[in-house]
């Protein structure tokens, strides 16, 4: 197993790689590149970074959502693909499959990046079909939090061994609980999908979720309640001890705090700790306490995946609105 000492400066030495390949591109978006090659475990490399942003960027159409905020994260996810090219167009084969069921969008381009690293193009078909339907029921029970975000969450409850009831029931079930100590809807609807995809009642794996949240507070950590949280939900997911799993936090966290990028012009501390949660998934990258194709560290992956996501398009919706 990884020590966080060793993860946390491979993600720092990625990133700013990353950083100068990808200049002026949203701050939200390097760090999850960047663990894509720690998750990986490659050294980030510019050449052919640049390379993998020349094949996505000579390509039109589709790949119009992936120059955008994704530039630097899909270009990553191609740099640690063994044949980029096929990996690039697998994803476009999966998007296009997507898209007959889901609507066009940047999240939408993440998921096909998502689908396309775990399963065949033909196979894609089932689960873009029964993403929809998980869709569907996530927006029957919640039809104003549910939005174009939750087509990820959705494509991976498909992935799921569990029926399409047990999944949508199970989440619901989390969410009744989480509801009543997180205000964050939307945050709470993401957990409630991850937990809903692990094995475990209800009731025990929100717990857990609560018993760490609690245990960061106490060592002085106040975790997000909004996009971040689910990323530690993620975390919460691992077969492991849960004081294990916050102390790797903790570490990482100190480690991040001396880090340029952390600090009062850079990431705030509850970004900063979710960047923890997210390498603390991949210390523990060959536990697998999920179903089917979903491990616990790739749902960490795709938490923080999602968030950063997220995060970008809000301050990019942001600088655009504060310009006109």
């Known amino acids: 197993m990884k020590n966080t000492e060793n993860i946390t400066m491979e993600f720092i030495e990625n990133r700013d790689i990353i950083k100068k390949a990808f200049r002026l591109e949203n701050s939200y978006i390097y760090p999850v590149a960047a663990n894509v090659f720690c998750a990986a475990g490659v050294k980030a490399d510019a050449d052919k970074l640049a390379e993998c942003r020349k094949l996505i960027k000579k390509n039109a159409g589709f790949a119009s959502y992936l120059k955008g905020n994704m530039l630097p994260l899909f270009a990553s996810k191609l740099c640690v693909?063994?044949?980029?090219?096929?990996?690039?167009?697998?994803?476009?084969?999966?998007?296009?499959?997507?898209?007959?069921?889901?609507?066009?969008?940047?999240?939408?381009?993440?998921?096909?990046?998502?689908?396309?690293?775990?399963?065949?193009?033909?196979?894609?078909?089932?689960?873009?079909?029964?993403?929809?339907?998980?869709?569907?029921?996530?927006?029957?029970?919640?039809?104003?939090?549910?939005?174009?975000?939750?087509?990820?969450?959705?494509?991976?409850?498909?992935?799921?061994?569990?029926?399409?009831?047990?999944?949508?029931?199970?989440?619901?079930?989390?969410?009744?609980?989480?509801?009543?100590?997180?205000?964050?809807?939307?945050?709470?609807?993401?957990?409630?999908?991850?937990?809903?995809?692990?094995?475990?009642?209800?009731?025990?794996?929100?717990?857990?979720?609560?018993?760490?949240?609690?245990?960061?507070?106490?060592?002085?950590?106040?975790?997000?309640?909004?996009?971040?949280?689910?990323?530690?939900?993620?975390?919460?997911?691992?077969?492991a001890d849960e004081r294990a799993l916050v102390d790797a936090m903790i570490s990482i966290d100190n480690l991040l705090d001396g880090q340029k990028g952390y600090g009062a012009f850079g990431f705030d501390k509850k970004t900063r700790l979710m960047h923890a949660a997210m390498l603390t998934a991949d210390l523990y990258e060959e536990t697998d306490n999920a179903q089917a194709a979903v491990s616990a560290s790739a749902l960490a992956m795709i938490a923080a995946q999602e968030a950063a996501l997220m995060a970008a398009i809000i301050a990019s919706s942001t600088a655009a609105n504060a310009a006109n």
Do not use: W
């Not at 069921?101 to 193009?121: D, G, K, M, Q, V």
């Not at 174009?148 to 999944?167: C, R």
């Open 81 to 239: 693909s063994d044949e980029p090219e096929a990996y690039f167009a697998k994803v476009m084969e999966v998007y296009a499959i997507l898209k007959e069921h889901f609507r066009r969008s940047e999240y939408l381009a993440l998921l096909a990046a998502l689908i396309a690293e775990r399963t065949s193009a033909e196979e894609a078909a089932n689960i873009a079909a029964r993403g929809r339907a998980i869709y569907d029921m996530m927006k029957k029970e919640h039809p104003v939090l549910t939005s174009n975000e939750d087509n990820i969450m959705a494509g991976f409850m498909a992935f799921s061994e569990k029926s399409d009831k047990q999944l949508t029931e199970e989440s619901e079930k989390c969410y009744d609980i989480l509801r009543k100590r997180f205000s964050n809807k939307n945050a709470v609807q993401t957990v409630s999908h991850i937990l809903a995809m692990t094995d475990g009642a209800a009731k025990e794996k929100t717990e857990r979720l609560c018993r760490m949240f609690d245990m960061l507070k106490e060592a002085g950590r106040r975790y997000g309640k909004h996009y971040e949280l689910p990323a530690l939900a993620a975390v919460s997911v691992i077969d």
